[in-house]
């Protein structure tokens, strides 16, 4: 079977730096997307990668390593808006995308 | 500004009332989804269309259908809801399929409440 996992929750702290880590096991690979849910609002898109290494984007950052599937999302200088859930979706072989769970993030002054 | 909108923003129903969700978009893409989002799990694909053409997800309830009259609009009907089917409901665009960078548009969402 197809698999995603991620931590279901994390907490941290205004100013600080967090990891979110996702794993996945499917069948192929054709893309990792990170998408960042507030609380009763639709997913919105933070991340696309699909060759390895870090790519960079403001405050955000995400890493791709496909040998090991496995996929961070980097969040610097933590915000009390950056409390939501992160999804992160894998693109299989067949370009279906297939949905973690997501991991809440609490940040605290 | 070009979106996806989704009405209404909360719906409640009755067990067993039809009930229609709406979403319409003014990106001009090829590509509407539906996903049904329960409590801090992941989205489930219900079903999608590729310009005119209906895919079913495997696993969706035949108490599920969906339409699609032009390529802006699209509606999810339930047919007689149960409590089960309380849950967010998502429309989502894309331009294409079947490239893997292409990302979802998603709207604000219908959160259903069967009672």
């Known amino acids: 079977g197809q698999n995603i996992d991620q931590p279901t929750e994390m907490t941290a702290t205004e100013g600080a730096i967090v990891q979110i880590n996702c794993t996945y096991q499917?069948?192929?690979?054709?893309?990792l997307f990170w998408y960042q849910q507030h609380a009763g609002e639709a997913p919105t898109f933070l991340s696309y990668?699909?060759l390895d290494g870090l790519e960079e984007k403001g405050r955000f950052s995400s890493f791709l390593s496909r040998s090991k599937g496995y996929s961070y999302l980097l969040l610097k200088e933590l915000q009390m808006k950056d409390s939501a859930s992160y999804l992160c979706a894998v693109i299989d072989s067949n370009y279906q995308l297939i949905w973690g769970a997501g991991t809440k993030l609490i940040i605290k002054p | 500004d070009a979106m996806v909108i989704q009405n209404p923003r909360y719906q409640v129903t009755q067990f067993g009332k039809p009930v229609t969700l709406s979403c319409s978009q003014t990106l001009n893409h090829n590509v509407m989804y539906w996903y049904q989002q329960k409590s801090s799990q992941a989205p489930k694909l219900l079903f999608h269309y590729y310009d005119k053409d209906f895919n079913n997800e495997a696993d969706t309830p035949d108490n599920f259908q969906s339409r699609r009259p032009n390529t802006s609009f699209c509606f999810l009907d339930i047919r007689s809801p149960g409590l089960g089917d309380t849950a967010m409901y998502l429309c989502a665009t894309s331009r294409d399929r079947g490239q893997g960078n292409e990302k979802l548009f998603f709207g604000s969402g219908t959160q259903l409440s069967v009672l």
């Open positions: 990668n699909v």
């Open positions: 499917t069948s192929g690979f054709n893309g």
